[in-house]
């Protein structure tokens, strides 16, 4: 009966148009009368102690460092250091996208911002070239899901606020994972796109190339100091963030010149309008959370699950499998929020680790933004390369299928995920 409540009264609420944040408020107040206690003095206690959180303070300072990236000209470079590389060979602008993707990933930890800055760059010239440019915009869709798996990501920062996880172990956990994907969508670029005819880009020299790594090298270091720091304790997650905006900022403004002190203003707002729907909505979620424990929800799921509780790997297939479903109706955050606080409960009762609970959970939760109907990263794509969504998924099917395969191997190897968190750690 409480899983019925639960389930019914949020998803009545957000078929109601309610944003996410106050379904999740609704669903707290529905579980609070079936309690029979309604005190709205510990509902806004509550909703205030889910955003008074030290680790939270990470979310805008790598959101504006992630606006500063791309305004001042760190997206550009990286890209142009990829052409002069592998631009020449054939197929080599979709390795260009792959390989920003995954670097631009260890910068912001956003999948629409990367992807629309990579598409932004790349579509109109792999158009130019003959390229299949729904299977160019499927490519760069694709690699923009890698940005929440590759630390900084913010969604690792969500989920271990909300599962109360150690979000440096997530970091570190995170670094693998997100190869692994980069590296099957180059596999199954190299497939797909082997036969098509397209211009090939001249050969750089080793002048240029030089040129390009010399221009590019302070848009390239700056994943391996943030990485780096959080390895060697030198700061937090949350001084990361303010490390990867202060880097962002001198580097566009000083070095680069192509961050002006005028556009740093409309940069903060846009930052502070994002952190401000994200944490509003994790504080949403953490209430909720609050509710679903004293409402014994977890305990039912794990009744329901009971079945597969005994095999680690199937209860993780299954899981994994209830979580692709449910990416195809809702967003990376409702997911988030929904189901972490139901199926933590579980993970620990099957003696899961968390870590990797948490960074599969992620994975899964990025992959479906760019499964339709609903996957923003699907619609941010449509609008730069500007063509139909129809047209889109015929391009993306291949590299949503690599990426779905990647997750479920690391199901059935968890020490995929592990062994390089403890030679990292």
Request: net charge positive.
């Amino acid at each position: 009966m409480t899983v019925a409540v639960f389930t019914i009264s949020l998803l009545g609420a957000m078929a109601l148009g309610m944003p996410i944040a106050f379904a999740l408020l609704v669903c707290a107040v529905a579980l609070m009368v079936m309690q029979g206690q309604i005190d709205a003095t510990i509902l806004s206690q509550k909703l205030i102690e889910g955003a008074d959180s030290f680790p939270l303070l990470a979310i805008p300072f790598f959101m504006l460092a992630g606006e500063l990236m791309n305004a001042g000209g760190i997206s550009k470079r990286i890209v142009a250091f990829a052409l002069t590389w592998v631009g020449h060979v054939r197929g080599g602008l979709g390795l260009v996208a792959i390989f920003a993707a995954v670097v631009m990933a260890a910068i912001s930890g956003s999948a629409a911002a990367d992807a629309a800055a990579i598409g932004t760059l790349l579509i109109p010239m792999m158009r130019q070239a003959g390229y299949n440019v729904p299977r160019s915009a499927g490519l760069i869709a694709a690699g923009g899901v890698i940005a929440p798996v590759i630390p900084p990501s913010i969604g690792l920062i969500v989920f271990g606020v909300i599962a109360n996880v150690s979000i440096g172990k997530l970091f570190l956990a995170g670094i693998f994972p997100g190869l692994m994907m980069g590296t099957a969508l180059v596999l199954t670029w190299l497939w797909v796109a082997r036969k098509d005819k397209v211009a090939i880009l001249l050969k750089q020299g080793w002048g240029l190339r030089l040129k390009a790594g010399i221009d590019g090298i302070w848009a390239l270091v700056m994943p391996l100091g943030i990485i780096g720091g959080l390895k060697f304790g030198i700061f937090t997650p949350t001084e990361a963030g303010v490390a990867a905006c202060v880097y962002a900022f001198v580097v566009g403004a000083f070095v680069y010149r192509e961050l002006p002190l005028r556009q740093l203003y409309p940069l903060l707002v846009a930052a502070a309008r994002s952190t401000a729907v994200v944490v509003f909505l994790i504080a949403a979620a953490l209430v909720s959370a609050w509710l679903i424990t004293l409402s014994d929800v977890p305990g039912q799921v794990s009744a329901m699950l009971e079945p597969f509780m005994g095999n680690k790997i199937l209860l993780m297939f299954v899981i994994m499998a209830i979580v692709v479903i449910v990416g195809t109706a809702l967003d990376f955050a409702p997911t988030l929020m929904i189901l972490t606080p139901v199926l933590m409960p579980v993970i620990k009762q099957a003696g899961i680790d968390p870590v990797y609970f948490g960074v599969l959970f992620i994975m899964n939760n990025a992959i479906g933004l760019i499964t339709p109907p609903v996957g923003i990263v699907l619609n941010v794509i449509c609008g730069v390369a500007k063509i139909p969504m129809s047209d889109l998924m015929k391009g993306l099917w291949p590299f949503l299928w690599a990426e779905i395969a990647v997750l479920f191997l690391l199901v059935l190897f968890p020490d995929l995920v592990l062994i390089p968190l403890k030679w990292l750690s």
